[in-house]
Each structure stands twice: as structure tokens, then as C-alpha cells.
Nanobody, 123 residues
Framework: QVQLVESGGGLVQAGGSLRLSCAAS????????MGWFRQAPGKEREFVAT????????VVADSAKGRFTISRDNAKNTVSLQMNSLKPEDTAIYYC????????????????WGQGTQVTVSS
């Protein structure tokens, strides 16, 4: 199995930045496409970003395009989400996820999930 642990969440002012990190352990992480999803209270979990196994293909949701960047360091078994120009609507619990295969943008495609890290953006 793959174990995922997110970190880096917190409380920031609108317009600020946060960098989320996901540490993976278990099987070779380079064999897994990775993703970031978020879930606000009372809402469905939604896609934020995903990245291919090699890191060569990052994809970011339209809501975050131009503000968020996903990256990975397979040597360190980590995936990161750099979040800039944060907005109050970005407030959610952010989850790291992994799947054995190519990148994907839907919750159902991912097999392993972290416990989440809270991101709160104040106005």
C-alpha cells in the first residue's frame, strides 16, 4: 500500500500563499500518478490538480489555473501544491491522493488518500 501524509495547511489572508506537501511511503511512488483534491463543508470533494508519474504532465483545475502549481520529487517521495493568490473560496480540507496509473482528475480514479490538511483563507 501507499501511505500519504499532507502538511503545510494553515490560515492565510486573501492574496497570500501556502505550499502544501504530501509525503508518501510504501511502494515506489514514481509508479503512481498523484493528485490534490479539496472538500469544503457540505460540498463534494473536488479536483484541484494532478500530475503524471514522471512529473512531466501537470494539470490544474480551471478554478486554480494560474495560481496553483503542482510538482513532485520522486527521489524524495513527495508531491507539492504551491498555492498563490489565495481566495476565500479556496478554503477547504486539501487531500493528497495517489493512483497506480496515469494522471486523472476524478475522485473515483484514486486509490490512496491522505488524511487531509486544512486551508483557511480569510477575507
Amino acid at each position: 500500500q501507499v501511505q500519504l501524509v499532507e502538511s503545510g495547511g494553515g490560515l492565510v489572508q486573501a492574496g497570500g500563499s501556502l505550499r502544501l506537501s504530501c509525503a508518501a511511503s510504501g511502494r515506489t511512488v514514481s509508479n503512481y500518478a498523484m493528485g490534490w483534491f479539496r472538500q469544503a463543508p457540505g460540498k463534494e470533494r473536488e479536483f484541484v490538480a494532478t500530475i503524471s508519474r514522471s512529473g512531466s504532465i501537470p494539470v490544474v483545475a480551471d478554478s486554480a489555473k494560474g495560481r496553483f502549481t503542482i510538482s513532485r520529487d520522486n527521489a524524495k517521495n513527495t508531491v507539492s501544491l504551491q498555492m498563490n493568490s489565495l481566495k476565500p473560496e479556496d478554503t477547504a480540507i486539501y487531500y493528497c491522493a495517489a493512483r497506480s496509473g496515469s494522471l486523472a482528475a476524478v475522485v473515483s480514479a484514486f486509490d490512496y488518500w491522505g488524511q487531509g490538511t486544512q486551508v483557511t483563507v480569510s477575507s
